[in-house]
């Protein structure tokens, strides 16, 4: 199973709700990645996790919460965000690097969330 | 930060032709890897060529990289209609605590007409 699966596929949010957004990978793999991607703009990562633990933080407004439950499983808390945090949100995972030597990372298919 | 910049940012063919697409980096990389988007979708990895390889080959995909003048260029030969996406190249650098990050050039969206 080489599948990174992402729900919901779309949300639609107030600037006071709380939602969180899903993604989940079964080849496992130890380091999992939030990326935050605009229109016709590459990805931007966000967060790093490493083996269940936050390794790199991009200088995220807390209002993104990152959460690892487990090796398979990592979440993205959202509460407060604004109309611009409206993107792409693409989780994708890779196998850890051996000897210095990073891997390709498997991305999900995004989820596209739209603040009001 | 960005670090990769592709050219050009866009690149429309013909059906069968060739697409060659070019990325410029600006700090020293481990690998660098090639990715397509489909419109409004997750990514796929293409094809990774690490810091002490030239060449490299995956089907229709050509991959070269040349760290003295950090730049990579990707061919994909005998174009399809089904070719149409984003393509990003993204390099992979260490961040600390045994980490690596991708930094994504910004693109080159490639039009395939049939």
């Known amino acids: 199973d080489t599948e990174v699966t992402q729900t919901p596929k779309h949300l639609v949010m107030g600037m006071t709700n709380k939602k969180s957004l899903k993604c989940e990978q079964h080849m496992g793999h130890r380091a999992m990645y939030w990326y935050k991607q605009k229109a016709k703009k590459p990805p931007e990562l966000m967060f790093v996790?490493?083996?269940?633990?936050?390794?790199i933080n991009e200088s995220v407004p807390s209002r993104f919460s990152p959460e690892c439950p487990n090796s398979s499983l990592l979440n993205l808390h959202l509460h407060a965000l604004q109309p611009e945090d409206s993107a792409l949100y693409l989780c994708?995972?890779?196998?850890?690097?051996?000897?210095?030597?990073?891997?390709?990372?498997?991305f999900g298919p995004g989820t596209r969330l739209t603040v009001t | 930060s960005q670090q990769g910049e592709e050219d050009p940012q866009a690149l429309s063919i013909q059906e069968g032709e060739n697409a060659t697409m070019n990325c410029s980096y600006k700090?020293?990389?481990?690998?660098l890897q090639w990715y397509r988007q489909n419109s409004g979708r997750g990514l796929v990895h293409l094809i990774l060529i690490r810091s002490n390889e030239r060449e490299k080959h995956s089907g229709r995909l050509r991959v070269t990289l040349d760290t003295s003048k950090k730049s990579s260029s990707l061919l994909i030969t005998a174009s399809r209609a089904a070719d149409t996406a984003s393509y990003f190249c993204a390099t992979a650098s260490p961040s600390g605590a045994g980490s690596y990050q991708l930094t994504f050039g910004k693109g080159t969206k490639l039009s395939v007409i049939p």
């Open positions: 994708a995972s890779s196998q850890e690097p051996r000897s210095g030597s990073p891997y390709e990372q498997y």
């Open positions: 700090t020293s990389i481990n690998n």
């Open positions: 996790y490493s083996y269940e633990k936050l390794s």
